[in-house]
């Protein structure tokens, strides 16, 4: 008999609940969270057989614990359940940052730090809570694993073995890296669709825009919709690396701009079809071949 415990049961815990069960990781799931509102749809759905708002009580028969909640308040959770884990648990989370969700993970845990295994699935949604969870969510899709030296080799294996046999596929990376690479392709993505629709909402005919928007815009947009609380926790979490996406960014688009103003053909051209070719291109097989350069220690099953 295996028991979860999810601290945070919204879209990532609940689809992780739904998948972890469906694949017979899991017997039985406690929810734990503080909206007691959410947490018993969370048993209405059948994601989890039971809920609590105490961490103690979620934790203290755990065998896999999951923190599911937004990064910046992930220190405190792990701090809150470090006393009530049993020896043998494991502790995982499932936030889109690395380097200070670990550093969070060693500060809360402290000698239990050694029970913990990172993992962040790529996969999720604009529409945040338990509602919108799906047992299919991470079929097919990455878990990045990162791994250091201080952590237990055989609970980072057990995470990542019970990802792949949930349906994912483990990529292996430092903290460092995957910070760098998610700011550029997920963390900047979120600030410029934050900031493009935050400034049309301003504006004088801002309804009669939103409202004549065509797909274009709602494609560009729809993770405007995210939840503002998690994505204001990535920002601050990950702030070198996302500040240094936006510069290179602005930069792309003052050139942009010059050419624009400049009439230069040309070079808007270029821009666009060396675009256009890796859009339709590069990105989708990516997901089919390799993330980039690592330790060479990329699974895909
Ligand atoms: N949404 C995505 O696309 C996505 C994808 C991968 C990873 N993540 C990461 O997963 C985590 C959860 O995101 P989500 O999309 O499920 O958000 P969500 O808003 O759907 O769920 C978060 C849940 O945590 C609860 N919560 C917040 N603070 C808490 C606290 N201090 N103690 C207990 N419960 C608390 C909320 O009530 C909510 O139920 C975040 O760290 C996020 O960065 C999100
Ligand atoms: O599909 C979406 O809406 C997402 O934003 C998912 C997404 C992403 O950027 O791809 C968001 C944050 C994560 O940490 C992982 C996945």
Not at 51 to 75: G, L
Not at 147 to 158: A, C, G, I, S
Not at 216 to 228: E, N
Request: net charge neutral; glycine share 6%.
């Amino acid at each position: 008999m295996t028991k979860m415990a999810v601290i945070g049961f919204g879209l990532i815990g609940g689809s992780m609940a739904l998948s972890w069960k469906q694949a017979r990781l899991v017997d039985e799931v406690i929810a734990c969270g503080h909206r007691e509102e959410s947490l018993k749809l969370a048993k209405e759905m059948g994601a989890a057989d039971s809920w609590t708002t105490s961490i103690p009580e979620a934790v203290k028969d755990a065998d896999i614990v999951v923190v599911a909640v937004p990064v910046q308040a992930m220190e405190k959770v792990f701090s809150d359940l470090a006393d009530y884990l049993k020896p043998d648990a494991v502790v995982t989370d499932v936030g889109s940052t690395r380097m200070t969700v670990i550093e969070a993970a060693r500060k809360g845990l402290k000698e239990k730090f050694c029970q913990y295994a990172p993992g962040h699935p790529i996969a999720g949604g604009e529409l945040p809570g338990v509602a919108y969870a799906t047992k299919d969510l991470f079929n097919d899709k990455w878990v990045i694993s990162t791994p250091t030296d201080e952590m237990d080799p055989e609970k980072v294996k057990f995470i990542e073995d019970a990802w792949t046999k949930a349906g994912a596929k483990i990529k292996v990376m430092s903290p460092e890296l995957h910070d760098a690479i998610f700011a550029s392709v997920s963390h900047l993505p979120h600030v410029l669709a934050y900031a493009l629709v935050d400034m049309i909402s301003k504006e004088k005919y801002a309804k009669e825009k939103l409202g004549m928007a065509g797909a274009g815009f709602r494609d560009f947009t729809r993770i405007a919709a995210s939840s503002p609380a998690m994505w204001r926790d990535i920002c601050l979490s990950n702030r070198t690396a996302i500040s240094k996406e936006l510069k290179r960014y602005r930069q792309g688009l003052e050139e942009l701009q010059e050419a624009i103003e400049n009439s230069d053909a040309q070079k808007l051209e270029a821009c666009f079809e060396n675009a256009m070719k890796n859009r339709r291109g590069l990105v989708f097989s990516a997901s089919k071949q390799d993330l980039g350069k690592d330790d060479g220690r990329s699974k895909s099953h």
